[in-house]
Structures are given as structure tokens and as C-alpha cells.
Nanobody
Framework: QVQLVESGGGLVQAGGSLRLSCVVS????????MGWFRQAPGKEREFVAS????????YYTDSVKGRFTISRDNAKNTVYLQMNSLKPEDTAVYYC???????????????????WGQGTQVTVSS
């Protein structure tokens, strides 16, 4: 059974930073490309960032480029999302997800991801 557990969410003022972590267990971590998604109240879940199995390729939605950085540590079975210069519109529940993808692949479509975490709340106050 594959499990994904996110942590690191919280309340931060606009302009602040948070780092989210997601630990994966149950299968070899390097099997998966990883992604972060978010869902704000009343809105659909949206793609934030993804990273390939080796970490060599990354992909971001336009609204977070230059502010967020996705990374992974395959030795620790963990993917990270460093979020800087946070804005109130970044407020959402953030989910990590695992994609059994080909080497080098990064994807932004939620149905491509087989496993999901339970989410962690990020709230940015103005």
C-alpha cells in the first residue's frame, strides 16, 4: 500500500515562506514522478508543480514560477515544495501526488497521478 503524508502547512503573512514536505512509503520512491496540486475553497483542484523521477526535470504553473521550487530527495523518499513570496491567492489545501511515469516525464494532469496524500492547509493572510 502506497502512502503519501504531507506536512509543513500553516498560517503565514503575505510575503512569507513555507516549505511543504511529502513522505512516500510502500514502494520504491524513485519509481514515481511527483506533483503538487492545490484546491482553494469553492474552486477545482489545480496543478502547482511536478518533478521527474530523478529530479532533473521540473514544471510549474505560471502563477508560481519564480516563487515556488519543487525538489526531491530520493534517499529520504521525500518531495518538497519551497514556497516564497506567498500571496493570499496561494491559500488552499495542498496535495502531493505520485505518478508512475517514464523516466524524465513531468505531467500536470491530475488524472495522471495514481496516489494522493491527504492534504495540508496553507493560509496566507494579507
Amino acid at each position: 500500500q502506497v502512502q503519501l503524508v504531507e506536512s509543513g502547512g500553516g498560517l503565514v503573512q503575505a510575503g512569507g515562506s513555507l516549505r511543504l514536505s511529502c513522505v512516500v512509503s510502500g514502494r520504491t520512491f524513485s519509481t514515481y514522478a511527483m506533483g503538487w496540486f492545490r484546491q482553494a475553497p469553492g474552486k477545482e483542484r489545480e496543478f502547482v508543480a511536478s518533478i521527474s523521477r530523478s529530479g532533473s526535470n521540473t514544471y510549474y504553473t505560471d502563477s508560481v514560477k519564480g516563487r515556488f521550487t519543487i525538489s526531491r530527495d530520493n534517499a529520504k523518499n521525500t518531495v518538497y515544495l519551497q514556497m516564497n513570496s506567498l500571496k493570499p491567492e496561494d491559500t488552499a489545501v495542498y496535495y502531493c501526488a505520485a505518478d508512475i511515469a517514464a523516466w524524465g516525464t513531468v505531467r500536470s494532469s491530475a488524472p495522471s497521478y495514481e496516489y494522493w496524500g491527504q492534504g495540508t492547509q496553507v493560509t496566507v493572510s494579507s
